[in-house]
């Protein structure tokens, strides 16, 4: 494998790690209304366990509030279901035909533990990106010993991932300061 290789592989693993947190970010309820919050919530529908963006429309009439609007009427009371059994902390209000979900005020208490949620969500990818730098080096000593590289280009190589992971444990810092801010603004 070649050093370009290597810290193209590297940097791919570290920017996933990346995208996921910032994925998983949008699952975390900032007190707004967002599609993410129950678009993967689980529902047991049609004998099988489907995704609720996979049986219903999801929309934010308002900035409290989600609607969902099953594809097939016969699902809303799985869906209603699979809503109360899931850990988001709302409420489904159902007229037959809709299920209107209004996005209550977060509490300072569920303001806390969403911070922790999502400092925990940060240290997992933080985790993920060292991951990528060990694999990284691990192919870039191993090439060294196979003479595919010099010791002078394991070095520089080695620095270059050091720098990248150094590079995107900032950037997952920048994504949390941003995330917290906006859950513990009122």
């Known amino acids: 494998m070649s050093p370009d290789e290597i810290l193209l592989d590297g940097e791919e693993a570290m920017e996933k790690s990346v995208a996921y947190m910032v994925h998983e970010f949008t699952s975390v309820r900032t007190g707004k209304a967002s599609p993410a919050l129950v678009e993967n919530i689980e529902v047991e529908a049609y004998g099988a366990q489907m995704r ?90 191993k090439a060294e010993k196979a003479a595919l590289i010099s010791e002078d280009v394991l070095k520089t190589l080695e620095e270059e991932i050091q720098k990248l992971t150094n590079k995107y444990v900032a950037e997952i810092d920048k994504h949390l300061s941003h995330k917290e801010a906006e859950i513990t603004t009122v």
């Open 52 to 141: 609720l963006k996979q049986l219903a429309v999801i929309t934010t009439p308002e900035t409290r509030m989600l609607v969902i609007q099953p594809f097939d009427a016969s699902t809303l009371k799985d869906i209603e279901r699979g809503i109360k059994e899931s850990k988001v902390g709302i409420n489904p209000i159902s007229d037959g035909k809709l299920i209107r979900l209004p996005i209550p005020e977060l509490t300072a208490e569920r303001r806390l533990e969403m911070v922790k949620t999502t400092k925990h969500m940060a240290e997992e990818a933080r985790v993920r990106v060292r991951a990528a730098r060990r694999e990284a080096i691990e192919a870039s000593r």
